[in-house]
Every structure is written in C-alpha cells, then in structure tokens.
T-cell receptor, first 113, second 111 residues
Framework: NAGVTQTPKFRILKIGQSMTLQCTQDMNHNYMYWYRQDPGMGLKLIYYSVGAGITDKGEVPNGYNVSRSTTEDFPLRLELAAPSQTSVYFC????????????FGDGTRLSIL | AQSVTQLGSHVSVSEGALVLLRCNYSSSVPPYLFWYVQYPNQGLQLLLKYTTGATLVKGINGFEAEFKKSETSFHLTKPSAHMSDAAEYFCAVTTGNQFYFGTGTSLTVIP
C-alpha cells in the first residue's frame, strides 16, 4: 500500500530556478492538499483540490501553482524560486469530508540558495 | 473560521510519567478533531480522531484524548511515557474541506 508518494525527497535550488514537486496517491481520494511546514509554524495550506480539474488557494499560495488533471496526481510548481520558499512541503489526501483524516506523504525538503 | 491553539511548543516528561499535550480549538460549528504525530524526517501519522459520539477517544500507542465542548478543548494524554513517544504532535480541526493545524508540540522523554 503506497498511500501518498512525494518526489523528490530532497532538492536544492538556486534563486530564480523553477521546479515541480510531485505528489501521487493510490487511494482514489478526491481531496488533495499541499502544505508547507516551517519550524514553529505548524502546517500552512498552499493549495488544495476537491477533485480532478478543480483547485483552490489556501492560506499561502503566492509563488506557487498547482494542477489536477487526474484523481491520482497533484503536482506543485514553483516558478521563480525564492529563499522564502525554503521549507518542507507535504502533500496530503483524504477520501471524504468531515470525519476522515488526511493521509500524508513523507515530505519534500527544499532549500533555495 | 476555525483555528487551533496548542499551548506549549515544547514539553518534557520523564519516562513513565503522564503525558499531557494541550489543544484548544475555535469553531463556529461542531468540529471534527484530530491528533497527529510526526517523527523526524517523516510525514504526519494519525494518532486518533473525534467525530461524534463518545467524547473520550482512544488512539494508537496508548494515547487518548477527551473532547470537551464547554472548554473547546481536545487535550491528548498518555498515562506512562515511553522513549519512543518523543516526537512532534499536531492537533487539527476541520468542519469542511480544509484542515487547520496547531503549531505543534515537541515532546521530549527523559530517561
């Protein structure tokens, strides 16, 4: 049971570079989320999706873009990397609303220098 | 809007002592509440959840939490701490399609 898979696990970028963080889930979950985790700040929601073709902004969307062309995949794109985007990024999914918990990937640790 | 407050960003207990991690929430409608644990370099794993029904919820690894509506609290407890409990713990609330997390409590267990 793979669950939620994130790639890569680690990455170092230079300022101004772009990259895509990959997230895929094999649980047929409709709802998917991207968070960033900074020390002492908990998890901040970047974007989320309630199904294929539907995405919406979270609390901290600036500097990021997402797409949801399939139920399984929810990639997060950084277009012009900035040092402020150095963080640990987590993807999560949930099958239904309300009483269902989120399932998390192991994270992508991104450093921008 | 919903929000979560975790009092105490760092908690230290002796091995075998009671663990108490505090969580208070703000919600305009009945919430669903969760506790997650995060070990170093890993994602968040579900410890337990409250949806409806019994207010005392039992989770994995001997943890439990009690939903107290009058106090808007969902504190996490474990009678006897084990070294393997050292981790970061997050409380979360949802009433719809978004989840709101506290800032986390780092638990240290002293041998």
């Amino acid at each position: 049971n793979a669950g939620v898979t994130q790639t890569p696990k680690f990455r170092i970028l230079k300022i101004g570079q772009s990259m895509t963080l990959q997230c895929t889930q094999d649980m047929n979950h409709n709802y998917m989320y991207w968070y960033r985790q900074d020390p002492g700040m908990g998890l901040k929601l970047i974007y989320y999706s309630v199904g294929a073709g539907i995405t919406d902004k979270g609390e901290v969307p600036n500097g990021y873009n997402v797409s949801r062309s399939t139920t399984e995949d929810f990639p997060l794109r950084l277009e012009l990397a900035a040092p402020s985007q150095t963080s640990v990024y987590f993807c999560a999914s949930v099958g239904g609303l309300g009483n269902q918990p989120q399932h998390f990937g192991d994270g992508t640790r991104l450093s921008i220098l | 809007a919903q929000s979560v407050t975790q009092l105490g960003s760092h908690v230290s207990v002796s091995e075998g002592a009671l663990v108490l991690l505090r969580c208070n929430y703000s919600s305009s409608v009945p919430p669903y509440l969760f506790w997650y644990v995060q070990y170093p370099n890993q994602g968040l794993q579900l410890l337990l959840k409250y949806t409806t029904g019994a207010t005392l919820v039992k989770g994995i690894n001997g943890f439990e939490a009690e939903f107290k509506k009058s106090e808007t609290s969902f504190h996490l407890t474990k009678p006897s701490a084990h070294m393997s409990d050292a981790a970061e713990y997050f409380c979360a609330v949802t009433t719809g399609n978004q989840f709101y997390f506290g800032t986390g409590t780092s638990l240290t267990v002293i041998p």
